[in-house]
């Protein structure tokens, strides 16, 4: 049997404003209110009414057959019920559906598990906690942000007991030359790990409407054809599972509406639906399905699901993105041993990836992908805009 696992990042950055030195000390706001309100009403409009509306209906319509996960960050549902009720009701309303699990990860959104590790315990219960409240649902899948994984993350999940699964990139450093499409085990025989099939994944993701790509046009019978493909390798009959982990934004805002991406997965998943040996599976429903054990892996450094690297380098591959993320971590750590209840909110706040993805400085391909989510002119000014912004926090800290 080959399992499909959908899993989709949902998340929304509170974007900083343009925070100039003369705005030190003058009580100017720290985060661009308009810019979040626009931005999150702009993809509500493209992406998120008309996804959630389809998967739905699809849900429905298969009887629970279809199924799906997401990861949505604390950043996310502050902003859906401050902007966009309308948008929260409707995650809610699928999340009810039962075809949907909801993951456990970062409430910001933040490495924080590469910076301060009581920090990343502090954010994953925040984010438990309000997935609970909010949904009525409790995780038991973990993703960290941007699929970053390590060994040593296992070791510190282990805090957390209700995490039996985490999501992994496939990347080729961890899988030399195997499938992705069978699960593995952490290196301390504790977590099972599913790994992203990125060449399927990207394949919406990123390639769906270039037309400069030489498998272009992506039509539903052609990618169907190459998932039911997969199965010709295995001949032990193990069950084999498909895990295509995508931003949910790709719907309707990285792929336009007018590029036929809405009719193209509805096909697939009713194409897929008629397969007698596939199936759509949770997350953690992985578990309860293998007919085998799992090889053992070890990730000594980490691994991500950004760029061509795979690695921390999208965020952590200059010195602004080092100096903007190690002071910013000093001044949290600083501001809890004050216990400066008004600031740690929003340091935590300023934790989050996204703002270190803009500063980040490189060329070609993955340049262009940085300066495309991006809303500020150059990685250098973000870095001036954020670091007056942790100047004006550190003179109140000082007071």
């Not at 309100?37 to 493209?46: A, D, G, Q, W």
């Not at 319509?61 to 990861?71: A, E, L, T, V």
Request: glycine share 2%; hydrophobic share 35%; proline share 4%.
């Amino acid at each position: 049997m080959l399992y499909i696992i959908f899993y989709f990042q949902v998340h929304q950055p509170f974007r900083i404003n343009k925070y100039k030195v003369f705005d030190i000390k003058n009580s100017v706001a720290y985060f661009d209110e308009d810019l979040n309100r626009h931005i999150f009403n702009k993809v509500s409009e493209r992406c998120y009414l008309l996804t959630n509306k389809l998967f739905k209906e699809l849900i429905e319509i298969s009887d629970g057959r279809f199924k799906i996960s997401f990861s949505i960050t604390g950043t996310f549902i502050e902003q859906a019920k401050k902007y966009r009720p309308d948008i929260y009701k409707s995650f809610l309303d699928l999340v009810q559906t039962g075809g949907v699990e909801l993951l456990n990860e970062t409430y910001y959104h933040s490495l924080s598990s590469i910076f301060d590790l009581d920090e990343f315990l502090e954010q994953v219960a925040k984010h438990a906690e309000i997935i609970k409240k909010e949904f009525g649902f409790t995780p038991h899948v973990f993703r960290n942000t941007e699929l970053i994984y390590f060994d040593k993350l296992s070791d510190v999940l282990l805090n957390l007991p209700h995490i039996k699964t985490i999501l992994i990139e496939g990347a080729d450093k961890i899988l030399k030359g195997e499938s992705p499409l069978y699960p593995r085990i952490s290196y301390n025989h504790v977590h099972l790990l599913l790994l992203k099939h990125y060449k399927l994944s990207d394949d919406i993701a990123f390639r769906f409407s270039d037309r400069s790509w030489e498998k272009y046009p992506l039509t539903a019978e052609k990618y169907v054809s190459w998932i039911k493909n997969l199965t010709l390798t295995e001949k032990e009959g193990k069950n084999l599972y498909l895990n295509l982990f995508v931003d949910y934004e790709t719907f309707g805002e990285h792929q336009w509406k007018e590029s036929g991406i809405f009719e193209f997965i509805k096909k697939v998943i009713e194409l897929l639906l008629n397969e007698k040996n596939i199936s759509f599976l949770l997350p953690s429903e992985v578990i309860s399905t293998l007919n085998y054990k799992p090889k053992t892996v070890s990730v000594p450094e980490p691994t991500s699901w950004a760029d061509t690297e795979r690695d921390l380098s999208a965020w952590l591959s200059n010195s602004l993105q080092w100096n903007a993320m190690k002071t910013c971590y000093e001044l949290l750590k600083l501001a809890k041993e004050k216990e400066k209840k008004d600031l740690i909110p929003i340091l935590k706040t300023l934790t989050t990836s996204d703002l270190f993805y803009y500063m980040c400085i490189k060329y070609f391909q993955d340049g262009d992908v940085h300066k495309y989510f991006s809303p500020y002119s150059s990685p250098e000014e973000i870095y001036r805009y954020y670091m007056n912004i942790l100047s004006d926090i550190e003179e109140n800290l000082e007071e």
